[in-house]
């Protein structure tokens, strides 16, 4: 919203209906600090939007949501021959590496996957581990998430809750099928809308938690015999928003690199280039990441398009062409007008080949 603002568009926001406190809040606070010419917001189902793509025409249609809810969007936004950004979801892997901290490697991954309870685009969704330091790293991690929360996270109020009921079924619904070993949590409250920090081991990698995005507090981990099956099996799913890969080699990383396909890969950490510089400035004795100079989005099946910092004010700007030129004719403008004699058809020749020379390709 701020990157269309600047750009100086208006704005119509539309909240998602699975979070209606939070879109009951921006109805009420946007309209305080913002004049209603510029932005408005509008609350609604999910029949309501489809109205809203189908009667109203937009110059620019930003969505962010789920696979399924954001091709919706894109064929309703295609009938008005609309652009699109969509920022979607998947599974975003971290990989971890036999050559690598241990415990850097489980703290990031677990502050990543604890983050609001997992309901970030951005959270590492299963961790492909190598088979060398699996069971260090399964002994470390387990120690992370009780130091992160205690013995008993329901208690604390650092551990957030699950969105909606729809969604706490979903997930409890995946880890009744899982067919992995869990061994850490798996405890839930219909009631509380709360799901325990869950580790599940020795998953397969066709298990119920490996078909769709998890978008919960629940982490599946595949051992693999290397970086390159790691790679292979990314490979052979749908592009992630994100691939974390965590080793202190550089050759492996280049092979994550050079030999997969996401919105965003990153080396020993998960989810910091979704965050801006601003944010990290704020952190005492922290060294700042650029991170505003970044790119944020997905390709494929995690969507398309980008956003944050400049790349925003880009999204929602249209790069119009303007020519202005005098009424007097230009001395060569003879040779563009019709009739078109050998000496015109000698010029262009000569134009064309001095273009060549130069370097630049006329088609």
Not at 65 to 78: H, I, L, P, S, T
Not at 246 to 275: P, R, Y
């Amino acid at each position: 919203m701020i990157g269309a603002i600047a750009a100086g568009n208006t704005v119509v926001l539309k909240p998602s209906e699975y979070a209606p406190a939070c879109a009951d809040l921006m109805a009420n606070l946007i309209p305080k600090y913002i004049e209603k010419h510029i932005c408005q917001v509008f609350t609604g189902d999910v029949q309501f939007t489809q109205e809203l793509l189908e009667k109203e025409r937009f110059d620019y249609v930003f969505f962010t949501g789920g696979y399924e809810a954001g091709r919706a969007v894109y064929v309703a936004a295609a009938k008005h021959v609309t652009p699109v950004t969509l920022e979607l979801g998947g599974k975003c892997p971290s990989y971890v590496d036999s050559r690598v901290s241990v415990e850097m490697a489980a703290k990031r991954i677990a502050f990543s996957k604890s983050f609001n309870a997992g309901q970030v685009c951005v959270s590492t969704d299963y961790v492909l581990c190598h088979k060398d330091i699996f069971e260090e790293f399964k002994r470390v991690l387990l120690d992370v998430y009780k130091e992160f929360y205690g013995e008993n996270p329901q208690r604390t109020a650092k551990f957030s809750r699950i969105v909606n009921n729809r969604h706490f079924k979903r997930l409890t619904g995946m880890l009744a099928n899982t067919k992995g070993k869990i061994i850490l949590g798996g405890d839930s409250d219909a009631e509380d809308l709360f799901i325990a920090p869950t580790i599940v081991a020795y998953v397969s990698k066709d298990d119920a938690l490996m078909r769709e995005e998890i978008f919960g507090p629940i982490l599946p981990i595949i051992v693999v015999d290397s970086a390159t099956e790691a790679i292979e099996f990314i490979n052979s799913r749908n592009k992630p928003l994100a691939i974390y890969v965590f080793t202190t080699d550089s050759n492996v990383f280049a092979n994550f690199k050079h030999g997969t396909s996401s919105g965003a890969i990153s080396q020993n950490d998960c989810c910091t280039h979704l965050l801006l510089t601003k944010t990290l400035h704020a952190i005492p004795n922290f060294t700042p990441l650029i991170v505003s100079q970044l790119p944020f989005g997905g390709v494929g099946h995690s969507g398309f398009g980008n956003y944050h910092g400049r790349f925003s004010l880009e999204t929602f700007s249209h790069k119009r062409a303007v020519l202005l030129k005098a009424q007097t004719e230009v001395v060569n403008n003879k040779f563009l007008y019709p009739p078109y004699n050998e000496d015109k058809v000698s010029w262009a020749r000569w134009l064309l080949s001095s273009s060549e020379r130069s370097g630049c390709s006329i088609l």
